[in-house]
């Protein structure tokens, strides 16, 4: 008896995309590693938690994939992309990677919508939603370095932001949660 609940293109695309967040992690993990070694210890950690949080989001849909009866395909991911410039370009690169995973989570949810698959529509709801707040926390720590000087950021700045980092929350408030009193 057959028990896979997902069609082989749903399945396909499930493995890309646990590929596409593995492939996140170690993004995170290099620009992480990068930061330090550039002596920026509070920028390092907040990507090395991020690297974290990319492993278990290709965990989840690794899950997803065996409980719906399907096969997951472990394959190799390729190497992260050459290190940034500077911490400008280092977030500049996290926004553009963001953008493009949220690109890989819409096809998913598109294909999901046309093969009329409920339970994995449902399943990357979760993922559209964490995308808006990933590119949402990158786009608020790309306009915190615009406003200390960009490209020109000088070392007290630099300073500061490392020092922010350090204890910089990783979440950031959905716009469902937004009211007039507690924007």
């Not at 992480?32 to 290709?58: D, K, S």
């Not at 280092?90 to 009329?116: P, Q, R």
Request: charge should be negative; include cysteine; hydrophobic fraction near 40%.
């Amino acid at each position: 008896m057959n028990t896979n609940r997902l069609s082989k293109t749903i399945a396909a695309a499930l493995n890309a995309q646990m590929t596409k967040e593995a492939h996140a992690s170690q993004i995170y993990l290099a620009y992480g590693a990068w930061a330090n070694h550039q002596r920026f210890g509070g920028i390092g950690n907040f990507l090395f938690r991020h690297a974290q949080e990319e492993r278990n989001h290709m965990m989840k849909i690794l899950e997803y994939i065996l409980k719906r009866g399907g096969k997951v395909q472990v394959t190799a991911i390729s190497a992260p992309p050459e290190n940034p410039k500077s911490i400008f370009n280092c977030f500049e690169k996290i926004f553009d990677h963001e953008v493009d995973n949220t690109k890989g989570i819409y096809k998913l949810v598109k294909m999901s919508l046309e093969e009329e698959d409920w339970a994995t529509w449902n399943f990357m709801q979760w993922f559209v939603k964490e995308q808006v707040e990933e590119e949402t926390l990158a786009m608020n720590l790309l306009d915190k370095i615009k406003i200390a000087g960009g490209e020109q950021i000088n070392s007290t700045a630099l300073y500061s932001l490392d020092r922010d980092f350090e204890t910089a929350t990783d979440e950031v408030k959905s716009a469902q949660e937004v009211t007039a009193i507690n924007p």
